[in-house]
């Protein structure tokens, strides 16, 4: 019962250094989501996936990309780290069942990324 | 848009204390409502929820009711126990443009001392 798996745990980074994050789910769910939790802001959403083949952006998408590379994993891109990406990253999945918006995300355990 | 309040934290209780952690929210539609936990070093995890309004989600001693009157959806528990402990994180889901667009509240830090 895996869930949601992020890998890595821990990132430091350089400024102007690239990575990416990987996520996997096998729960079979259609979309998955990326997230950055900051002190005080709750969750923003970067980039989503709603569906295998098909990603869109979110709230705060600068400075990333993703690739939703089949329906378990979903990748985030930094291709120039700066330190205002210092965050921790959540991906998160879940079954959307049409026109209903009462589907709970599952998530991972997160990234912690510091961006020096 | 959008939009999730919840009280600020952190709150600090004695165990077997009685907890609400309030929650309003502003939406356009008819969202669906969720509580969300997240423990040290961990992701959020699902608390309760409910789809519509008057409906009661709860779970492991945690309940809300979705107000839509007052537009509420305040967590309590009748005794809080210390592994209670953690962040708590109300939520508010609306299916918009073929996704689940979720709002998040910025969570409230609840402790519980024995």
């Known amino acids: 019962n895996a869930g949601v798996t992020q890998t890595p745990k821990f990132q430091v980074l350089k400024t102007g250094q690239s990575m990416t994050l990987q996520c996997a789910q096998d729960m079979n769910h259609n979309s998955m989501y990326w997230y950055r939790q900051d002190p005080g802001m709750g969750l923003r959403l970067i980039y989503y996936s709603a569906s295998e083949g098909t990603t869109d952006k979110g709230e705060v998408p600068n400075g990333y990309n993703v690739s939703r590379l089949n329906k378990r994993e979903f990748s985030l891109r930094l291709e120039s780290a700066a330190p205002s990406q210092t965050s921790v990253y959540f991906c998160a999945s879940a079954q959307l069942r049409g026109g209903s918006g009462g589907s709970p995300l599952h998530f991972g355990n997160g990234t912690r990324l510091t961006v020096t | 848009g959008n939009s999730v309040t919840q009280m600020e934290g952190p709150v600090t209780l004695s165990e077997e204390a009685f907890l609400t952690i309030n929650c309003t929210y502003t939406a356009t539609g008819y969202p669906s409502l969720f509580w969300y936990v997240q423990y040290p070093g961990e992701g959020l995890q699902l608390l309760l929820k409910a789809t519509k309004a008057d409906d009661k989600g709860s779970n492991k001693g945690f309940e809300a009711t979705y107000r839509k009157e007052t537009t509420s959806f305040h967590l309590e528990k009748g005794s809080v126990q210390v592994s209670d402990s953690a962040v708590y994180f109300c939520?508010?889901?609306?299916?918009?443009?073929?996704?689940?667009?979720?709002?998040f509240g910025t969570g409230t830090k609840l402790q519980v001392i024995p």
């Open positions: 939520a508010l889901s609306e299916p918009t443009g073929g996704y689940q667009k979720v709002t």
